[in-house]
Each structure stands twice: as C-alpha cells, then as structure tokens.
C-alpha cells in the first residue's frame, strides 16, 4: 500500500514526544501514550485526520509505546444513582454491597481501536493477550485496553491505527440484529486479515483510505465519508468474534446461565415497565443482592440495575421508532418518572437525545 493520508501530516520530528503529543490531539484525547523504556532519538512521522465517530493515523516510528484509554468507564457507574436513571426515577439503580465502577465502557461510551501493520511488525499485547501486528494480521483493543506495541525491527515501523467511537459499533449492531447490544461488544484481539472475512475489512479499510486521501470533493462530503466508516464497522461485526457473536449471527442464546440468574432475568423482562428494585430482583431469585451482583458482572459484564436500565432504555428506543407516540409518553408507559435524567441516560447510552431518534420516524 502507498503511503496513505499524504496530505494529512501532523508530524514529522527527530524527537519522539512530537509523535506521543500529536497522537494524543489525533485522538481528542481519548488515550494516553507513553514510551516503553528511554525517550530516544529517531525518525518519528504521524499523519493523520480525525472526523466525527473516528479517526485514523498512519504511524512511522521504531518507538515502542503503552497505549492506554483515558475515557469515563461504562454507561452506569455500578451504583448508577443520579447517573441519568436513579431507582427513583424508573431505570433503576443499584445500591447492592457491590457498588461500585463496573468492568468497562458501557454501550455508547469509550472507542475501539484498530491497528494494521503496512510494513515490519509490532509485538502487541493486550489484556494478557499478544499477537503480532502487520500486513496479515490485525489488532482489535476494546474499550477501557491497554496496549503495548514493540516494533520488532531496528528500522521504522509503519502502521494504522483507526479510532472507532463505541456509539458507532452499537449503531450498526442495532441496524444488524434489529436492537442495540445489553452489554458492550468486546472482540476477540487478533484478526486475520489473509482469510476471507478478514481480507473484506482490509479492502473496506484500503477504501476508506483511497476516499480520505481523494481530492475529488465528493469524496469530502460526511455522508460518504460516514457510509463508508459505517460498512467497515458492520464487516468486522460479521468477520472478527466477539461477545455478541452468537447473538449477531442468530445463533441462540448462551445456555448454563444458573437457575437464580435466569429467574432474576425472566423477573426483570416481565415488571420492566414497574419500578423494579435490586432487593425485588435478589428476592425473585432466590439469593442475596450481592449473589446476584456477583453474578450478574460475572455473566453478563454489568451489575443488575445496569442490566436494567439498558433493557429499559432499549425498550423506549423501539417504541419511539416504531409509534408516532410523544417520547415523554413513551418514558412514562416504561417508568420513567424524570424526564431530564431519562434523556442524559438515553444520550449516554445511543450517542442522541430521544427528540433526534423521534425526528428519524
């Protein structure tokens, strides 16, 4: 591949904090980088260009670097009171003895990033996970990682690395299976990009590449720009595993989940329009609120109110989509009883206020 994004320089430098401070500003600030080892001297070249919903840096450097996500953790702060849905206000909130942050970014929130090898290979690892990256294999980090990649080579390393924000990736998980994900999409972190679905994101990538670095100004309308990000979400959705796999590919749901678990689900889905309480749901089953807690951030990666609001808030979207009905009647028919803290939870969770979701019907 020539060399991409030729006319997006952002740094060229002998020093290597040039290249950590402009990686830094290409990805708003959505990562903090620092060096593995000395700060040495060398050819460090960073071109790049960053968009709504993304942004995509060509990196050339032997610097090897820790690469670490500096974003809120998830939709829900485990506790989730006045976060946006508070039990008292009809998406709930859970006071159980374990609360506390949660394990990650939760839909809407946080970034995946993807990096590709153009020319050497970079020793990768990532949540006790390593791959190496370069032009066969891909790296996925999932919201909330930390990276470290190590050019394997004396010379100058070359490679992408691509920002997704999470919203993009529940959006087109929605538009796929027909609602957004109940917990956030974590993808398995080596993609090969030498089998087939992996070489169908490598053209998709080399496409956007082609369109950013065009001059045709059609090419730099957002709409196209947008529809062409939007393709390559939906291929690695279908290409790379992730936890939402058997779900996408309508696989049935994982089975083993035990008999407590399955009867606090079953409670929530059938008083999901009620005020419903961590102590109602340990009650219905059959455990103590911090069992059930346990379980919950074991099973399913959020704590049960989390569970619940999510689920809630997903109702509320499918209704607004699919009546005519006002959004404040539609929250209330779910429970919600304050509207304001409904719409931040709701902006939070699908990266829109409810009025611009309403505004597509």
């Known amino acids: ?35 593995l ?21 060509y990196f ?31 998406c709930g909130s859970d006071h159980g003895s374990d609360c506390g942050p949660g394990p990650g970014p939760g839909p809407g929130r946080g970034s995946y990033f993807v990096n590709i090898g153009l020319s050497g ?26 990276q470290e990649l190590r050019p394997t080579r004396s010379g100058r390393t070359r490679f992408l690395g ?25 993808f ?14 490598r053209l998709l990538v080399r496409s956007l590449l082609e369109q950013l670095d065009s001059t045709d100004p059609l090419f730099q309308r957002a709409e196209l720009r947008r529809g062409q990000l939007r393709c390559l979400v939906a291929a690695l959705l279908l290409a790379q595993p992730h936890s939402h796999t058997g779900e996408l590919l309508g696989s049935p749901p994982p089975s083993g989940h035990p008999r407590s678990l399955r009867a606090a689900l079953a409670f929530i889905e059938a008083n999901l329009a009620e005020p419903v309480s961590l102590g109602a749901i340990a009650e219905a089953a059959g455990c103590s609120p911090r069992a059930l807690s346990s379980a919950f ?38 429970g919600v009883s304050h509207l304001g803290r409904f719409a931040a939870a709701y902006r939070d969770r699908f990266a829109e206020l409810p009025s611009e979701t309403a505004g597509r019907r």
Not at 317 to 329: H, K, M, Q, S, Y
Request: proline content about 7%; hydrophobic content about 35%.
């Open 37 to 57: 080892g000395e700060l040495r001297a060398g050819d460090h070249e960073l071109r790049g260009l960053a968009a709504p919903g993304f942004a995509v840096g």
């Open 162 to 186: 691509l920002r997704i924000d999470a919203a993009l990736v529940d959006e087109e998980f929605a538009a796929l299976t027909g609602r957004p994900p109940t917990t956030p999409v974590r």
């Open 188 to 201: 398995d972190f080596a993609l090969d990009l030498d089998q087939s679905k992996g070489r169908a994101v």
């Open 121 to 146: 290979a970079i020793s990768a690892t990532c949540g006790g996970l390593r791959a190496t990256l370069d032009d066969a294999t891909a790296g996925i980090a999932n919201p909330g990682d930390t």
């Open 60 to 90: 050339a450097s032997p610097l090897p670097v820790r690469v670490a996500s500096t974003e809120r953790r998830g939709s829900g702060h485990g506790c989730g009171s006045d976060h946006g849905c508070g039990s008292d206000h009809g």
């Open 297 to 334: 951030r074991r099973r399913l990666g959020l704590s049960p109110m989390a569970y619940v609001r999510n689920l809630r808030l997903d109702r509320i979207r499918e209704d607004i989509l699919a009546t005519d009905d006002p959004v404040g009647a539609v929250a209330y028919r779910w």
């Open 1 to 35: 591949m020539p060399t991409p994004l030729r006319n997006h320089l952002i740094t060229s430098s002998r020093n290597p904090a040039d290249l950590l401070n402009a990686a830094s500003r290409l990805f708003g600030g959505s990562v903090a980088t620092s060096p």
